[in-house]
């Protein structure tokens, strides 16, 4: 089976590419296989500090690969919704990976990325982005509706009426576009988005694995919880980083005019 998703680790910053470049890494059922495994193992990897996604060659990610959904639509009537809802499980499967990673993710969009690939870009925390990349939430062109995450992601990123224009109209968002929208966060040369995004992952890994996860599970849900919710999960939280060795290395630092 070919490696349609590689891993390459840059001091501790895993770079994750997706690796279909004839298809502009179009995502297919065994792609998605592949990230979600390797998305889980990374997760649980003391080593790993932090994840940049990207993609090979010209693209970054032009979303579902369609011959699947030709695939799909081929199979007796009776049969497509309930394919479709177990191929959606996996889906999110893989964005749910992605998102909810207990560590700071930034995805490198070297090329398109296009509908489901715009989702995964959105997923991540952070997006570093090509000159001459372009995003677009092209779904309402195939008759569908954001599938991995967009219809969620994008309106915290860029505000619900301009995700509702995005995504409805289906158009494409040239780099310099999406960087005054806020679905960008910086922008890079081609030839050097990789190396900024792995920089600027390890700028924002330095502190605390434990803080940074607990205070990563808590902002994602920021927006649909309640203040007292919000606080009930930070005293949780904090209580978890008093009892560990990087608070009290951090404290005695401190103390013994180390950390000043």
Known sequence: MPNLVLLSIEQSIAVVTLNRPEVRNAIDDEMRTQLIALLEGLANDGAISAVVITGAGKGFCAGGDIAGMQERLAVPAGEVAFNGWRRQKRTHQSVAALHGMPKPTIAAVNGAAVGLGCD???ACDFVVASETATFSMSFV??????????MYFLPRRIGLARAKELIFSGRTVN???????????RLAAPETLVSAAVAWAAELSQGSP???ALAKSILDRTFETPEEQLFALGREAQAICYTTS???RAVDAFLNNKDR
């Open 210 to 212: 434990t803080a940074l």
């Open 175 to 185: 780099a310099n576009e999406a960087l005054q929208l806020g679905m960008v966060d």
């Open 246 to 248: 990087e608070h009290r």
């Open 141 to 150: 062109r195939r008759g569908l509706i954001p599938d991995g995450g967009g």
């Open 120 to 122: 995964m870009a959105m």
